[in-house]
């Protein structure tokens, strides 16, 4: 299984952005899905997710601002993301669990992608 990530990239505050994020490989379903972001020195945190039902959930920072979506007929997650802040300046990482035809659903990642948003 691999989650690959698109769509960052270099925007105005104030600015919109929408990442998309495709699952490929041995999928059945997804169970929940979504985004966290990293900056130097700090620890990943959760931005948006979604579960298989739907049901969302956000960083209180972002609320208001970003959507989580799903597309589960192409095992896609997405994150539009507006009026952006400097704040919001980070690599961005999709996550999804996956259960696993054997054993307990497992975690993946994606290699990232870079947000950076100007004054």
């Known amino acids: 299984v691999q989650l690959q990530a698109s769509g960052g990239g270099l925007v105005q505050a104030g600015g919109s952005l929408r990442l998309s994020c495709a699952a490929s490989g041995s999928i059945f379903s997804i169970n929940t899905t979504g985004w966290y972001r990293q900056t130097p020195g700090k620890q990943r945190e959760l931005v948006a997710a979604i579960t298989s039902g739907g049901s969302t959930s956000y960083a209180d920072s972002v609320k208001g601002r970003f959507t989580v979506s799903r597309d589960n007929a192409k095992n896609t997650v997405y994150l539009q993301m507006n009026s952006l802040e400097r704040e919001d300046t980070a690599v961005y990482y999709c996550?999804?669990?996956?259960?696993?035809?054997?054993?307990?659903?497992?975690?993946?990642w994606g290699l990232g992608t870079q947000v950076t948003v100007s004054s």
């Open positions: 996550h999804a669990e996956i259960p696993m035809l054997r054993g307990a659903a497992q975690h993946f």
